[in-house]
């Protein structure tokens, strides 16, 4: 008895010591030291939680049992973190960006921010784990009975079991509940576990290296000993080796204390790069010493002996106390560990998702009145964790701590593995539904309960032997351990079969039946495209809900200081002093999910639905879940659009540019010709002018030629001028026309004479009758044009007896006046300049003009509606002149 | 990256190996012990190598924005 009293002072020191412990982790978090808590080191033994008191004392009677069965437990585990690349890394990405909370919470999150998916979950959490900390409870029970010695009373039994339970209940509500904000680590209850990690990893390395060394004598005897024993041949079900492997390996995605450890408590992703390895390293340093155990155990200990308490009574019986302690606390560890982090993940569901809704509702709409939420949260949370604790020591106790629970882990992970379908689902298929996730949870649970959880009580607890034997009312398909006949099989691997694949297969089913709503859609895509958009677009449309409402809740979820900063720092964001933002869809996205981190999406959701009035989904957000190959097309299409209109506008815009050259050049020529025709004759006006002054000898004639040039010099200029300023006024179409009637015939008259041609050499012949036509025009503008071709044709004429022909002529509606002379002609590089201004024929200056006669008709016939060109090819010079519209117009 | 998503695959089939042996009774346990271990070891050390360069990876510009 002296023994157990020193135990129980060495558990109570040691107890102590982790509360030291987390309340220093606490306390350097708080104060911002926390750099090396948050270490990969700590995370990956943090992971340890796994490594429960079955692991601890469970594994040896295992091996002991089964064979070499018992490293399935870890393989499967070792695969998914080998594996992090695949599934984990998006699990952890998800959780840090959703602010998960809990795994009820992620997949409700996934599928519509579902309250009644989260409380499915929620509920198979609850029956999976807790007949396994009724487990722990049982196992640190037993090793305290071993090392007493003696078989105590069932009184004393459960009552060790039960200050156990009240301990742990108030370290967990010590250093659990103290960060409201689950995506907060838990600081010292991290650090707790990481150093209970390492001491039960001490005590079994130390116990197994005692017996290879200390009792067997080294590795070889040791594998002797193994080839001698009971289980010293392979014989293992190759149905329980795969079946077993996918269990474990789907429990470590899906038990709730691992997915709190491994996503929730994640403070970087790259730790689990680091936990990639370590924990596999971790496990199998656990494992490594486990066949050596079993079999010197088998081997020393009396018949009858507890395989499960070999790691316990193997040092004792050797006399080795010290080791016994020391393996009795790291059994003691592993209970704790667990049970801690499996009590906050499990309240943290329990408080969000069935607590939390429930008080809500039953406050109705005052969820907005004043009072502290936070109160609320952290009383239910202490309430959840008291509460799973309590029904853990009514499992013990009702079961009597008896061999039934041996078999419970698998049970248990059975059980929370049916959440696997609906997780895995969730995070890699988009078309995975709501209802088809309740459909798989709830036929996976009900199959597990069925086949594996009411069966494992034994008979006449929940179904008498009669069932068992022959099924419920004599049907046979339905016996609980073979459904549909199919018999024979290993219960576990049959039930997990079952289960698993009909959840499946519901699950699958039901989610291509049914259609997602559109937050289900919203939300599938953030899960699954997690690493495209790590932010997601707006969910809520703007409501009347006032920014100070919000604070008021805020406030009270998140607490004053918090939720003040967090509304600060938006409004800040968005250029308005004070604490009150704009409230913009993507303000409260941002405060849902600060929120969630407290109290879980569904509520959370819930709790700003109930402020804003309604969640709406904009047709923007459908647009981004729509499917990405539309997005890819549509993106494709709208830069080939944009690329054909840049080309386009390049286009566009080098002919503009060229334009702009051309009329540069255009208006430089034009100054430069325009500056030589005004210098041309001012240079001669100076000139006599200057012999006029100086030369007073002159003779009269001399003076009389001189004046007479600088006169005709001057009225050269000023026809230039009247030229440039009458073809300014033309081109700018300021030019008021004199419409009027008349014939052709008259106006050509009119211009003949103007022209001089009775006192010209130049012979002209005309229409004559064809010339009375009738057109309406401004006819003065008209012979101005017919003036100059005239006078042209008088000027440049070469030939020897010049004919000028003027020709009228009607063409389908048009007015056509053909003047062609019987000269040269203009070359046919001169062709195109020569309606240009200042552009002359040659290098003739001898005919006096400024090269602005053709530009000026040219100018005419354009405001005229008309048009004048060059006629090739007609034995000389030849120009036609069209007036469309002269003629409709005279008829009217 | 994708010696990383191949990983699982090898671990899981390199684990289920010894299900080839079921119903032979030449198998030691004391084999399969040393196979399972080695086996085990080798991974570790492959998936520690492995997550270095992963870890190092220039392509973490998807992080998430907080």
């Known amino acids: 008895m002296g023994m157990l009293n020193v135990l129980v002072a060495v558990s109570l020191a040691y107890v102590l010591f982790l509360f030291v412990v987390a309340f220093l982790a606490d306390h350097a978090a708080a104060r911002g030291h926390a750099k090396w808590l948050q270490s990969p080191l700590i995370y990956t033994l943090s992971l340890s939680i796994y490594c429960t008191a079955w692991t601890f004392y469970g594994a040896v009677g295992y091996a002991a049992r089964s064979g070499l069965e018992y490293l399935t437990i870890y393989l499967g585990p070792s695969i998914v973190m080998i594996g992090w690349w695949w599934g984990l890394r998006k699990l952890v990405r998800i959780g840090r960006s959703q602010r998960v909370t809990s795994i009820a919470d992620l997949i409700s999150s996934r599928f519509g921010k579902s309250n009644s998916l989260a409380v499915v979950v929620t509920v198979i959490a609850v029956v999976g784990t807790t007949p396994y900390i009724a487990l722990q409870l049982q196992s640190v029970t037993l090793a305290l009975e071993a090392f007493a010695g003696e078989a105590r009373t069932s009184a004393g039994h459960n009552a060790t079991a039960l200050w156990l339970a009240a301990g742990l209940a108030l370290f967990t509500v010590l250093f659990g509940t103290r960060n409201l904000d689950a995506n907060e680590r838990h600081d010292g209850v991290v650090m707790a576990i990481a150093v209970e990690a390492v001491v039960k990893l001490l005590a079994l390395v130390a116990v197994g290296l005692f017996v290879v060394w200390g009792i067997a004598g080294g590795v070889g005897p040791v594998m002797e000993m193994i080839s001698q024993s009971e289980i010293a041949v392979w014989q293992v079900s190759s149905g329980r080796w795969a079946g077993l492997m996918f269990l474990s390996a789907a429990a470590l995605l899906t038990l709730p204390r691992m997915f709190q450890v491994l996503v929730v408590e994640n403070e970087d992703e790259r730790h689990l790069a680091t936990a990639s390895w370590a924990f596999p390293a971790y496990l199998m340093a656990m494992s490594l010493f486990v066949v050596p155990i079993a079999v010197v155990g088998l081997e020393l200990m009396p018949e009858g002996a507890n395989p499960d308490l070999f790691v316990l009574t193997l040092p004792l019986s050797q006399g080795q106390d010290a080791l016994a302690m020391l393996s009795f606390l790291g059994g003691f560890s592993s209970a704790t560990s667990m049970v801690i982090v499996a009590a906050i993940a499990l309240s943290t569901m329990v408080s969000n998702h069935i607590v939390m809704p429930i008080w809500l509702s039953s406050q109705g709409a005052s969820a907005m009145v004043a009072g502290d939420v936070r109160h609320v949260v952290l009383l239910s949370r202490r309430l959840s964790i008291m509460g799973v604790l309590a029904l853990g020591y009514f499992y013990f106790h009702a079961t009597g701590g008896g061999e039934a629970l041996a078999a419970i882990g698998l049970i248990s992970f059975a059980g929370v593995a049916q959440t696997l379908p609906a997780l895995l689902g969730g995070i890699f298929w988009r078309g995975a539904t709501r209802v088809g996730a309740l459909a798989g949870l709830v036929i996976g649970f009900v199959i597990w309960g069925y086949t594996m959880f009411m069966p494992s009580f034994g008979p006449d607890v929940f179904f008498s032997q009669d069932v068992l034997d022959h099924g419920p009312l004599g049907l046979s398909w339905l016996r609980p351990q073979a459904l549909f006949g199919i018999s024979g099989l290993d219960p576990m691997i049959h039930a997990l079969v079952w289960s698993m694949s009909l959840n499946a297969l519901f699950f699958v089913v039901a989610s291509l039946v049914s259609f997602p709503t559109p937050l289900e859609r919203l939300q599938g895509a953030q899960f699954v495209n997690v690493f495209d958009h790590s932010a997601r677009p707006g969910v809520w449309s703007r409501g009347a809900a006032e920014a100070e409402d919000l604070l008021v809740m805020a406030q009270r979820i998140l607490g004053p200081a918090d939720a003040q900063a967090l509304f600060r720092s938006e409004a800040a964001s968005q250029g308005i002093t004070g604490y009150l933002p704009q409230i913009s869809p993507e303000f409260l996205q941002r405060l849902e999910r600060e929120m969630a981190g407290s109290v879980g999406a569904a509520t959370a959701h819930a709790m700003i639905g109930q402020i804003m009035g309604r969640a709406s989904v904009t047709v923007e957000d459908l647009m981004a879940v729509a499917d990405e190959t539309a997005q890819i097309m549509e993106y494709s299409n709208q830069l080939e659009a944009k690329s054909a209109e840049l080309v386009h506008t390049t286009r566009q815009l080098r002919a503009a540019n060229e334009k702009l050259t051309q009329i540069s050049h255009q208006k430089d020529a034009f100054l430069s010709q325009i500056s030589h025709e005004l210098r041309t004759p001012m240079t001669s006006i100076r000139a006599f002018s200057e012999i006029l002054r100086d030369g007073g000898t002159l003779e009269l004639k001399a003076q009389e030629k001189y004046a007479g040039i600088i006169h005709d010099e001057a009225i050269r200029l000023t026809r230039l001028l009247d030229d440039l300023l009458d073809l300014s006024v033309l081109e700018n179409g300021q030019v008021s026309l004199n419409m009027r009637g008349g014939t052709i015939g008259s106006v050509l008259d009119q211009a003949m004479a103007a022209a001089g041609a009775e006192n010209n050499p130049m012979r002209i012949r005309r229409s004559g009758a064809r010339e009375d036509v009738r057109l309406y025009s401004d006819l003065d503008r008209l012979a101005q044009v017919f003036i100059n071709l005239i006078s042209n044709a008088q000027k440049y004429c070469d030939a020897k007896s010049p004919v000028l022909t003027i020709s009228v002529r009607e063409v389908e509606g048009q007015l056509v006046v053909d003047f062609t002379d019987n000269g040269s002609g203009i070359p046919k590089a001169s062709q195109e300049v020569i309606f240009e201004k200042f552009s002359r024929v040659g290098s003739d200056q001898a005919a006096g003009g400024a090269g602005l006669g053709l530009a000026i008709c040219r100018e005419i016939m354009l405001r005229l509606g008309g048009q004048i060109a060059y006629l090739p090819g007609q034995g000389g010079a030849s120009f036609r002149v069209i007036l469309p519209d002269a003629l409709e117009m005279a008829a009217q | ?66």
Do not use: H, K, N, Q
Request: hydrophobic letters at 55%; a positive charge.
């Open chain 2, 1 to 66: 990256m994708d010696a990383a998503r191949v990983a699982p695959v090898i671990t899981a089939f390199l684990f289920c190996f010894p299900l080839l042996w079921v119903g032979r009774e030449d198998v030691p346990t004391t084999f399969a012990i040393i196979y399972l271990f080695s086996v085990w070891l080798l991974l570790i050390v492959g998936a520690y190598f492995l997550s270095r360069r992963l870890r190092d990876m220039p392509g973490r510009t998807d992080r998430t924005r907080r």
